[in-house]
């Protein structure tokens, strides 16, 4: 960040509301917009939303940057790496073309910013700390796409294998969508090019499916939300690619610590719970799995916006303001490292991976806050596919020691 001028201004920290430093945002100087935070802290913090506004403002048009160098296509197949020159954290590459964009029928109600990619609904959003509750009609209709959107998940995860591409989970996730009248929410949402995310191995969050062959040995996240009836539905997991993944003693420790971390963080909501609270549950199984909490994105509020207040963040001793109240629906989607939490954007502005290369594991629900509890919207259905095992021993490699027998496509 930038030290600019120190006229007091208000930080633009969603959950924060104290007077601004003089720290503002580069990337938001580059494209000439004023943004000032309080602090580093809350800067990143709010970054997986702020971000977004510099796709929205600095080039509507734009889907996805445009290398001014590009590996040369293969001869046998045409692909490319779009970012040759770019200094990669591990062994992951993006193999593009992409195809081209898929398109939802006219029928079926698309969200605000289906058409330009700018959410405007999100950016006018008056009430920053301000936390919707639902009335019943409204949780009903959370429900329902919040079902729908676990229909889906299951339909791709049912699908992933060795030999497989990203973009092929991404046309079954879009064709689901629509069988279902429903508009995957991350199309076009702040110019993002697909209809579901797909992030494998060092990808934390936000990968594009791509026409990379998934590998033996991967452990691929995907991330689904669906637009039904004015309302979204947000979920993920992470699945093991092929018996080699489900043989990796490292591979299932960070999947089986990040599947726990949101178990257990689920347990205490109720009424009366504190936002900054499921970051001290999450953070204090990770470390006890010997794994890191991923600090820059963090779970969101979620109702007719895809995303809004409150913020819940992962890790311990955050600052996130708010209480939860029977009515109010939010994700927690706990990041999970084997290494550092640090993370790092590759040049097409979403794929956040992290810094040293190190695998990472991701599992969400969105949830509604119950008179005595909480109802986990997205709760996994008696057939879906995936679910826990066992960590395989690490002298061996024998995955014979899984607690339940998983789809051998998931």
Wanted: with cysteine; proline share 8%.
């Amino acid at each position: 960040m930038t030290v600019h001028d120190t006229t007091p201004r208000k930080c633009l920290g969603k959950d924060c509301g104290k007077d601004a430093s003089a720290l503002q945002c580069p990337n938001c100087q580059k494209i000439g917009k004023e943004s000032y935070f309080c602090s580093q802290d809350c800067f990143k913090r709010n970054w997986s939303e702020h971000k977004a506004l510099h796709k929205s403002q600095s080039n509507p048009l734009r889907n996805i940057i445009t290398p001014k160098v590009v590996s040369k296509p293969d001869p046998a197949t045409g692909h490319f790496n779009p970012f040759p020159t770019f200094p990669f954290t591990g062994s992951l590459r993006p193999v593009y073309p992409l195809s081209p964009k898929r398109e939802v029928p006219t029928k079926i109600q698309h969200p605000d910013y289906a058409k330009d990619g700018i959410p405007r609904s999100e950016q006018v959003f008056v009430g920053r700390n301000k936390i919707t509750i639902l009335d019943k009609k409204q949780q009903d209709g959370m429900r329902k796409v919040c079902r729908l959107a676990r229909e889906v998940l299951d339909i791709a995860a049912k699908e992933v294998r060795p030999g497989i591409t990203t973009d092929y989970l991404d046309e079954i996730v879009h064709k689901a969508c629509l069988e279902r009248d429903s508009y995957p929410s991350p199309l076009n949402y702040c110019h993002f090019p697909k209809s579901v995310c797909t992030s494998p191995n060092e990808v934390i969050c936000h990968g594009i499916p791509d026409q990379r062959l998934l590998q033996d040995g991967d452990i691929l996240n995907i991330d689904v939300t669906l637009y039904h009836g004015g309302f979204h539905g947000d979920l993920n997991e992470t699945y093991y690619v092929g018996s080699k993944a489900k043989a990796d003693p490292e591979s299932v420790r960070v999947v089986e610590c990040a599947r726990e971390c949101l178990d257990e963080s689920i347990k205490i909501v109720k009424p009366g719970m504190l936002f900054r609270d499921p970051g001290t549950v999450i953070e204090k199984h990770a470390k006890s799995r010997n794994c890191s909490v991923i600090r820059t994105y963090c779970g969101h509020g979620i109702n007719q916006l895809f995303h809004c207040a409150p913020n819940v963040p992962h890790y311990a001793k955050n600052k996130a303001v708010g209480v939860a109240k029977p009515g109010m629906c939010f994700t927690i989607e706990p990041m999970i490292s084997l290494g550092t939490h640090k993370d790092k954007t590759w040049p097409d502005d979403w794929t956040s991976v992290t810094q040293d290369g190190t695998r990472t594991a991701q599992f969400e629900h969105t949830l509604l806050v119950t008179e005595d509890g909480v109802e986990v919207l997205t709760a996994r259905l008696p057939d879906s596919p995936g679910g826990p095992i066992s960590t395989p021993s690490a002298s061996n490699g024998d995955s014979s020691k899984e607690s339940e027998a998983p789809s051998s496509n998931a």
